[in-house]
T-cell receptor, first 113, second 108 residues
Framework: DAGVTQSPTHLIKTRGQQVTLRCSPKSGHDTVSWYQQALGQGPQFIFQYYEEEERQRGNFPDRFSGHQFPNYSSELNVNALLLGDSALYLC????????????FGPGTRLTVT | RKEVEQDPGPFNVPEGATVAFNCTYSNSASQSFFWYRQDCRKEPKLLMSVYSSGNEDGRFTAQLNRASQYISLLIRDSKLSDSATYLCAVKRDDKIIFGKGTRLHILP
């Protein structure tokens, strides 16, 4: 049973560019949440997708957008990258929206230069 | 003031000792509470949900004090493999908020 998978593992981008990160949830999970984790900080909630819609959103600008597909996989898009967007981006899946039994993927480490 | 606060540590504890962490939350509307464990350069893993009545899983015990707005995690008979960062998380308005984490080093 595959857990949560994310791609790519690492990414280097230049300021102003756009990036797309991908996530496949654990089998049987229908909800995907995205987090940004800067060094030395806890994960910061970006948004949650359920039934292909953004259900909840944290305090992130509109440059951060996402999508969920019918197979429950998800993408996180970040436009107009800033140096401060450098972080580990974590995807987590759960069976339902309650965050119980939430499993994280290994993350994508994004470096913006 | 951060909505979820934890002592960053590090806590340096000899193997076999008991260690306890607290986590405070500022919003009384918080609904659900969790402890996660995160190893260096790895993803967080759910350790346990925290219930009002308290709950135990082996050497780990979690407690919730709604009146004082804190949750606690107690680790008994600590092992070297318990060395990690422990994150508390709070669900409010269908969003989840993490603390910065507490670093634990178990010393041989």
């Amino acid at each position: 049973d595959a857990g949560v998978t994310q791609s790519p593992t690492h990414l280097i981008k230049t300021r102003g560019q756009q990036v797309t990160l991908r996530c496949s949830p654990k089998s049987g999970h229908d909800t995907v949440s995205w987090y940004q984790q800067a060094l030395g900080q806890g994960p910061q909630f970006i948004f949650q997708y359920y039934e292909e819609e953004e259900r909840q959103r944290g305090n992130f600008p509109d440059r951060f957008s996402g999508h969920q597909f019918p197979n429950y996989s998800s993408e996180l898009n970040v436009n107009a990258l800033l140096l401060g967007d450098s972080a580990l981006y974590l995807c987590a899946s759960s069976p339902g929206t309650g965050y119980y039994e939430q499993y994280f993927g290994p993350g994508t480490r994004l470096t913006v230069t | 003031r951060k909505e979820v606060e934890q002592d960053p540590g590090p806590f340096n504890v000899p193997e076999g000792a008991t260690v306890a962490f607290n986590c405070t939350y500022s919003n009384s509307a918080s609904q659900s509470f969790f402890w996660y464990r995160q190893d260096c350069r790895k993803e967080p893993k759910l350790l346990m949900s925290v219930y009002s009545s308290g709950n135990e899983d082996g050497r780990f015990t979690a407690q919730l004090n709604r009146a004082s707005q804190y949750i606690s995690l107690l680790i008994r008979d600590s092992k070297l493999s318990d060395s990690a960062t422990y994150l508390c998380a709070v669900k409010r308005d269908d969003k989840i908020i993490f603390g910065k984490g507490t670093r634990l080093h178990i010393l041989p």
